[in-house]
């Protein structure tokens, strides 16, 4: 069963940092691009960070840009979430996704596998 399995999501405030973790298993790992979505309140789902299978090519939306950073340990079938100066704005659902086809802005029918999703909380 392929899956991903998110974690590292809480209630913060404003200005600190927390780190996402998405864990896969039941693909090969190495052979798929990686990102992160996120779904604020009464929101569309949009792609924060994306990461291309081999680490050396990413994304970032301009709101995240310089606050965010993603990462992979392919060793550890995991991509990260860096995320520093949280915002109120930042306050979304977290989902992992993989997806195969080459590129770091996939269209949202290109995922192949979303994870369940984490929280992120942040006060002001």
């Not at 974690?7 to 998405?22: D, I, M, P």
């Not at 996120?38 to 792609?47: F, N, T």
């Amino acid at each position: 069963q392929v899956q991903l399995v998110e974690s590292g999501g809480g209630l913060v405030q404003a200005e600190t940092s927390l780190k996402l973790s998405c864990v896969a298993s039941g693909l090969t790992f190495s052979t798929k691009n990686m990102g992160w979505f996120r779904q604020a309140p009464g929101k569309e789902r949009e792609l924060a960070a994306a990461i291309a299978h081999h680490g050396t090519t990413t994304f970032y939306r301009r709101s995240v840009r310089d606050r965010f950073t993603i990462s992979r340990d392919n060793a550890k079938n995991t991509v990260y979430l860096q995320m520093n100066s949280l915002k109120p704005d930042d306050t979304a659902v977290y989902y992992c996704a993989a997806w195969s086809v080459p590129t770091v802005q996939p269209q949202m029918n290109a995922i192949e596998t979303w994870g369940q999703g984490t929280q992120v909380i942040v006060s002001s």
